[in-house]
């Protein structure tokens, strides 16, 4: 008797798997063309290409050389975005980052407000040498739709005495990379 109610239920099982195969067949695939000729009606925009036009800007001047763990350092999770460069200077000395992240879609506000929270704590509570408080300050976050940036770049003077001329020059400075940014969302 047993076994016959093991043979059932073992039956049952059976049935209810290959019924839930069956749906699952029917459900629509997404085929790679398809995905082609919606890409192509939307503008494409490559993060490598305005990486290369941010450290084309600053030439020499360029610092991050060292990838950055977004995942870990920003609190920003593999499930909010397709596609991400952030680099940072090897040398602790120096702050220069740039991160360029190219969100899922919709979810650009949310890597905006991580982008955000990282630059609040850059500023309000991370310990700074002196020569970098102006540039940590002209640091800026920039969205263009599912596409969020963080930039602090550029040089400061270094015989400039009044901080609030260092933050201008440090603003002016990290302005470049911005700038360069929007010319590829024009």
Known sequence: ?????????????????????KKEENTPVQTSSQTQTESQ?????????????????YGENYL??????????LNISSDLYEEAIAETPMISAHVDTFI?????EGKGEEVEKALTSYRDY?????LQYPMNVPKVNASSV??????VFFVMLGQIKDDMAEEED?????????????????????
Do not use: T
């Open 122 to 126: 850059l500023i309000n509570d991370s």
């Open 41 to 57: 009606s939307q503008k494409e925009i490559s993060l490598e290409e305005i990486h290369n036009a941010v450290k084309e800007v």
């Open 142 to 147: 920039l969205r263009e739709g599912d596409y």
């Open 100 to 104: 360029a992240i190219k969100a899922k």
């Open 1 to 21: 008797m047993k076994k016959r109610s093991l043979a059932i239920w073992i039956g049952i099982m059976v049935l209810s798997l290959a019924a839930c195969g």
């Open 166 to 186: 260092m933050l201008k020059q440090a603003q002016e400075s990290n302005q470049l990379a911005i700038d360069a940014i929007k010319k590829f969302f024009e």
């Open 64 to 73: 991050p050389e060292m990838p950055m763990e977004i995942n870990d350092v």
